[in-house]
C-alpha cells in the first residue's frame, strides 16, 4: 500500500467459515477459544488427558491422533508438566493434514522445534505462529 499498489490475489488465504480447529489442552483457554471459533463458525474439535465437558458443539475426540488428522488448523493449550515435553514431534507431525496451520501458545518445551522447522521448510506446514521460546527465560531480563 505504501507503493500505490494494491495486490488483490487472495493466493494462500482462505476463508475460516467452515474450516476444522483443533484444540490440544481443552482447560480455561482452550475452552474459551472454542466459544470464539464457533461465533466464527468453525467447526471445533478437542483432545485433552483429562475429561472435560464440551463448550457450546465442540467435540472431543478419543486420541491425539484422530485430532491431529481432523484438524484444518491446530492450536496448543497444554500445561508446562514434563509430561508434556516433546508431545508434538515427528510422528505427530506426520498425522497433520498437509498445509495445516500450526499454532503453539503453550509452552515451547511441548513441540520438537527442529521437527516443526523440517515440516515447515517440506510444505506440510501451511504456516505456524509460536508465542513461546524453546526453551522459556527465568526473568523478562
Known amino acids: 500500500m505504501h507503493l500505490g ?9 482462505f476463508e475460516n467459515r467452515g474450516k ?3 484444540i490440544i489442552g481443552y482447560g480455561n483457554i482452550g475452552a474459551q477459544l472454542s ?14 488427558i483429562d475429561e472435560r465437558l ?11 491422533e484422530e485430532l491431529l488428522k481432523l484438524a484444518d488448523i491446530l492450536t496448543l493449550h497444554v500445561d508446562g508438566r514434563d ?5 508434538l514431534g515427528i510422528k505427530e ?3 497433520m493434514k498437509e498445509g495445516v496451520i500450526f499454532l503453539n501458545l503453550s509452552r515451547g518445551h511441548v513441540v520438537d522445534i ?8 517440506n510444505g506440510r506446514i501451511g504456516g505456524a505462529a509460536i508465542d513461546v521460546y524453546p526453551e522459556e527465560p527465568k526473568s523478562n531480563a
Open 5 to 13: 499498489n494494491w495486490n488483490k490475489s487472495s493466493t494462500n488465504n
Open 114 to 121: 527442529h521437527a516443526l522447522r523440517e515440516n515447515i521448510v
Open 35 to 48: 466459544v470464539l471459533a464457533e461465533s466464527l463458525v468453525m467447526h471445533v474439535y478437542y483432545y485433552d
Open 20 to 22: 476444522k480447529l483443533g
Open 93 to 95: 507431525f506426520k498425522h
Open 54 to 64: 464440551a463448550m457450546g458443539n465442540a467435540v472431543q475426540c478419543n486420541t491425539l
Open 83 to 87: 509430561e508434556n515435553k516433546n508431545l
